[in-house]
């Protein structure tokens, strides 16, 4: 450990906590690796070692606590990886159910679709836990304990969507660690605590391309999320940071990384107490930077060079796709070589609208027709119907020409509601007005209308964004949704 670098942090932490004491924030945690032999430099265990009254002979640095969501930069570095996305691809940000567990961003809003970039700097919630689904919970855990993460038990089966989130437990050392593997090139090293240790070579765990990127990413200055704590970030060198606040207000972290040193915080109460002002970005933020600008040397601030691996590319503005012939802006954006998707914009299609009755055509139908060819933007289902239902414009694509062939390409509605993995149960004694199962699907923006099918049986039809109930009986019953294109999709519903 470095004396001058420990006595300024231990000043740090004392004169940032002093203002929050007596607002229910007890103590905090200050951890500093230097990035160039990943030796620890500095750590602050507590507010006041000889404060008794506040735990403070317990060590912060080593305590799990929930990380709120300061996992979420490991997860999108590991899914560029994977090359399930890249920095300007679209991720959705709209209500999902999970067989009853329902994300929520921290403000309570949605936005329909965000970029891979916004939902990071803005660090929304929904887009990740989604993403942690395309991932897999168990592969993102096992690639969290590749990095040093010891708290998570291999044996423990009830981890969930909820990890990305914080609902785990993690040790400011450990995290600050994994930290330094981004500033490492994705090289994870365990901490060197004592001067006659090796500096280890270190294992692989992340390209040097995708930790590279997720650098970039996370020194994005202008943070939506906190606009009011832009200052610690502005009119100053890089640094790479991310923050996070545990459910119910009980933790605050900061974590970021120059070339030179990673610097982890951590600040709540011992007894787990909450405080409505213990924010990571409040409390943690500005003793994460304050202790850059005290312990960093001209060196230090020298920024990382991009790797072979990372080239510039332009994508579809709209879809963060490679452009087709009809994607009118595009914008640049990071990608691996050889890894990140190469799939061409889907929401950008071209149709043949007859000029005389506004029908679409198909190619069999150009013949003898006047027609002109118009672009329209067609999104997801599950996006078109939260656009719709909460007031987004959307293109409105005309109906097929009646005479052509009825049944389209292409997948059926997407049914939300009921939930196929579920049994549901009539209760005894309860009026039947009070047990009734929602009807719910997602179509695409091509779709007018759909109709729902109860053991072949029409029990509804209207346009995909309203929805409807039914009266259930006991049984198994086989449920259809099919929209007006012919395509359908149908679920065993179970009512015991």
Request: charged residues 25%.
């Amino acid at each position: 450990m470095d004396r001058e670098i420990q006595g300024k942090c231990t000043k740090i932490v004392k004169k940032h906590l002093a203002g929050w004491r007596d607002r229910g924030i007890t103590n905090a945690a200050v951890v500093v690796l230097d990035n160039r032999t990943n030796s620890l430099r500095a750590l602050v265990g507590s507010y006041d070692f000889f404060d008794q009254e506040n735990s403070g002979q317990v060590n912060g640095a080593v305590c799990p606590r929930s990380p709120g969501s300061a996992l979420k930069p490991l997860l999108y570095a590991y899914a560029l990886d994977q090359g399930l996305i890249t920095p300007s691809a679209i991720l959705q940000d709209v209500p999902v159910n999970f067989a009853g567990y329902v994300a929520e961003n921290y403000d309570g809003k949605y936005h329909g679709v965000v970029t891979v970039k916004e939902a990071l700097t803005r660090s929304l919630n929904v887009p990740a836990v989604l993403l942690l689904a395309d991932v897999g919970v168990w592969d993102f855990i096992s690639f969290l304990r590749d990095g040093g993460i010891s708290t998570l038990d291999p044996k423990k089966t009830d981890y969930g969507l909820s990890v990305i989130l914080g609902g785990c437990d993690v040790k400011l050392m450990e995290l600050a660690n994994f930290y330094s593997t981004l500033a490492n090139s994705g090289r994870f090293r365990p901490v060197r605590y004592c001067r006659d240790e090796a500096v280890s070579e270190g294992k692989e765990i992340l390209s040097h391309g995708a930790s590279y990127i997720i650098s970039e990413l996370l020194t994005e200055v202008v943070r939506p999320d906190i606009p009011a704590y832009w200052e610690y970030s502005l009119n100053r060198p890089k640094v790479a940071w991310k923050t996070g606040t545990s459910y119910g207000h009980r933790d605050a972290w900061s974590i970021g990384y120059t070339r030179g040193f990673t610097v982890g915080v951590w600040a709540g109460n011992f007894d787990g107490r909450s405080a409505r002002e213990l924010v990571g970005a409040e409390v943690a933020g500005p003793i994460l930077f304050d202790t850059f600008d005290a312990i960093s040397g001209k060196d230090d601030w020298r920024w990382f060079a991009p790797p072979y691996s990372v080239a510039s590319r332009k994508v579809c503005a709209t879809s963060g796709m490679v452009p087709n012939q009809d994607c009118v802006h595009t914008v640049e954006e990071l990608y691996l070589r050889n890894v990140s998707p190469v799939n061409q914009c889907n929401i950008h299609r071209a149709f043949y609208v007859d000029d005389q009755t506004g029908y679409r055509l198909c190619k069999s139908d150009l013949g003898e027709r006047s027609y002109h060819r118009r672009v329209f933007e067609i999104w997801p289902p599950e996006v078109a119907t939260w656009m719709e239902r909460n007031g987004y414009p959307l293109d409105w694509i005309p109906p097929l020409l009646p005479a052509s062939q009825n049944l389209m390409a292409g997948s059926g509605p997407v049914i939300r509601s009921p939930e196929a993995s579920c049994e549901y149960r009539l209760r005894r004694g309860i009026s039947p007005e009070y047990q009734r199962i929602l009807l719910d699907a997602s179509a695409e923006n091509s779709v007018n209308k759909i109709f729902w099918f109860l053991d072949g049986k029409l029990v509804w039809s209207g346009p995909p964004e309203e929805k409807t109930f039914i009266h259930p009986e006991t049984g198994e019953h086989n449920l259809v949704c099919e929209d007006d294109h012919g395509r359908s999709t149908s679920m065993r519903l179970v009512i015991r």
